[in-house]
């Protein structure tokens, strides 16, 4: 009896269309470039470069520009062509692409020490996350050129991702923290911190102002400030602590005793909300349609979650 012919089951799997090489080092972050065959990529070699299909059907560098500092990780806005560029020194570096993808002009830099970056197309505003544990909202469409500070995490932060459709800023970190920043609040830049040899509210000279601690015939106290005024104060008129979320301070801060008393119990409504993963998070993605996010950590385990019942 002939032996029956069993059909190959069909696999199905990626087709590899194209491998662009040519980076150094290890290249920390590409994107596709929308409506254009090419690729913008950023690496630990400190360059940026724009590939183009050339007729040959490869791709070769139409920008190949070196950073003065290996590149961790990049956003770019294709409808502006504004691309943003994380440094490992703390530096952001702003360009804007030609039409043609054959040139990029700086902008401008900022200060900070990047780990993730985030655009919001609507608002034009660019988030930058740092190892500081801060997330800084950079005014840059309004050209207003004020730079907001949100704290809310314990470590560094790894990734970020906006939620436009409700004006939310999702943000997470080494520590393991997932928090949803509401953006549609009138948030306030925190103030510089003022210089002075003295107390600028009971008038005590600092530790290293020798000649009021003589004339006075008083020791110097240490200096502090306010984080709601800025001003310079001693630890007797700053004993308080209280959180200002829209200053950016989720959790509690030093403030002077008048601030603390000016302050309402409206100003210190929370105005973002905190999740642990109980993962060391890596990196996340934002699937803005579904509401869900992936998040990988350092255990090398994938979490998928449904952000629904938080990012509404």
């Not at 990529?41 to 590939?51: G, I, L, M, P």
Request: proline share 5%.
């Amino acid at each position: 009896m002939a032996a029956e012919i069993q059909p190959k089951p069909l696999t199905r799997k990626p087709i590899l269309l194209q491998r662009v090489e040519g980076s150094q080092e290890v290249v920390n972050m590409a994107v596709l470039v929308p409506k254009e065959e090419g690729v913008i990529s950023v690496s630990e070699d400190r360059t940026v470069r724009v590939w183009l299909k050339r007729d040959s059907g490869q791709y070769w560098p139409s920008i190949y520009h070196v950073m003065p500092s290996p590149c961790s990780c990049m956003s770019f806005n294709p409808e502006t062509r504004r691309l943003s560029i994380g440094l490992d020194n703390g530096t952001i570096s702003e360009f804007i692409l030609s039409e043609d993808y054959n040139k990029m002009t700086p902008v401008k830099n900022y200060q900070g020490g990047v780990t993730a970056l985030c655009w919001d197309p609507v608002q034009r505003v660019l988030f930058s996350g740092s190892s500081d544990h801060s997330v800084i909202m950079w005014d840059i469409g309004g050209r207003k050129g004020t730079a907001i500070e949100l704290q809310g995490h314990n470590d560094k932060i790894q990734a970020l991702s906006y939620a436009q459709h409700t004006r939310q800023l999702i943000s997470c970190g080494s520590d393991g923290g997932i928090v949803i920043w509401n953006m549609d609040v009138e948030r306030q830049e925190t103030p510089e911190w003022l210089d002075s040899d003295s107390c600028q509210k009971c008038d005590q000279p600092f530790f290293w102002n020798f000649k009021q601690m003589w004339d006075s015939r008083k020791i110097g106290l240490r200096q502090h400030h306010c984080r709601k005024c800025g001003k310079a104060v001693c630890g007797k008129c700053s004993s308080k602590r209280s959180s200002i979320p829209l200053m950016g301070f989720e959790f509690e801060v030093r403030v002077c005793d008048s601030c603390h008393e000016a302050i309402t119990d409206e100003e210190r409504a929370p105005t973002a909300t905190f999740h642990d993963s109980k993962h060391n998070i890596v990196h996340v993605h934002f699937d803005a349609t579904r509401g869900w996010l992936l998040t990988s950590g350092t255990d090398k385990v994938i979490k998928l979650w449904d952000m629904t019942p938080v990012v509404s």
